[in-house]
């Protein structure tokens, strides 16, 4: 069993910053890339930023610039960093990880979600 745990979202004033984690436990074998999605009620998930193992990252145009993605040296825990918070950056945050768990295939797994809400 594997879990991701996020944790970190809220509201937030137009111009400010949160920090949201998200943190794999459970049997892991070993994990690859780690990254940030968002999903607007109505529209597709998207991804808003990806680091692998080695630490490549990447960004979508609209947050490139804004937020910063990271992880602890254990690689078990994926940070984004949020600042210059806009409204359109409102919606649920989902993390997601490459895991082998059992067995020698490597699967996606996702978390529950976090909300940030950037509102006056």
């Known amino acids: 069993q594997v879990q991701l745990v996020e944790s970190g979202g809220g509201l937030v004033q137009p111009g400010g910053s949160l920090r949201l984690s998200c943190a794999a436990s459970?049997?892991?074998?070993?994990?690859?890339?780690m990254g940030w999605y968002r999903q607007a009620p109505g529209k597709q998930r998207e991804l808003v930023a990806r680091?692998?193992?080695?630490?490549?990252?990447n960004y979508a145009d609209s947050v490139k610039g804004r937020f910063t993605i990271s992880r602890d040296n254990a690689l078990t825990t994926v940070y984004l960093q949020m600042n210059s918070l806009k409204p359109e950056d409102t919606t649920v945050y989902y993390c997601?990880?490459?895991?082998?768990?059992?067995?020698?295939?490597?699967?996606?797994?996702w978390g529950q979600g976090t909300q940030v809400t950037v509102s006056s």
């Open positions: 997601n990880a490459d895991i082998v768990s059992g067995g020698s295939m490597w699967n996606t797994y």
């Open positions: 459970g049997t892991i074998f070993s994990i690859g890339a």
């Open positions: 680091i692998t193992s080695g630490g490549r990252t």
